[in-house]
């Protein structure tokens, strides 16, 4: 599950994993924690042990589309992607 929280003055992208079908999820991963921008508009999808959470930063300046992704059921992240970039995007994760 994601969502937004703006317990730190500014709004966050947060995620949560359940590994029983919803009855128990383990500890909230602030996923985007940026401190220059608003992260709005999570969208996740999930397929076999992969988590991707896409959503957007945005500032006065800028509007920017991002995703992590998660290889082992969303237990860890790898680094954000920047969508938006020209060229190649890295495979971390």
């Known amino acids: 599950i994601t969502w937004r929280s703006n317990k730190t003055g500014n709004d966050?992208?947060?995620f949560r994993a359940s590994k029983n079908n919803g009855a128990?999820?383990?500890d909230k991963?602030?996923?985007s924690n940026t401190t220059e921008a608003d992260s709005?508009?999570?969208n996740i999808a999930a397929?076999?042990?992969n988590v991707y959470v896409t959503?957007?930063?945005r500032n006065?300046?800028?509007d920017t589309p991002v995703a992590r992704v998660s290889n082992d059921n969303g237990a860890t992240f790898g680094p954000m992607l920047m969508l938006?970039?020209?060229g190649t995007i890295g495979g971390g994760g």
């Open 55 to 57: 959503w957007w930063e």
């Open 12 to 14: 966050e992208g947060m």
């Open 60 to 62: 006065e300046t800028s």
């Open 47 to 49: 397929s076999g042990n």
């Open 24 to 26: 128990t999820f383990g």
């Open 40 to 42: 709005d508009d999570a």
């Open 29 to 31: 991963i602030n996923l």
């Open 84 to 86: 938006a970039t020209n």
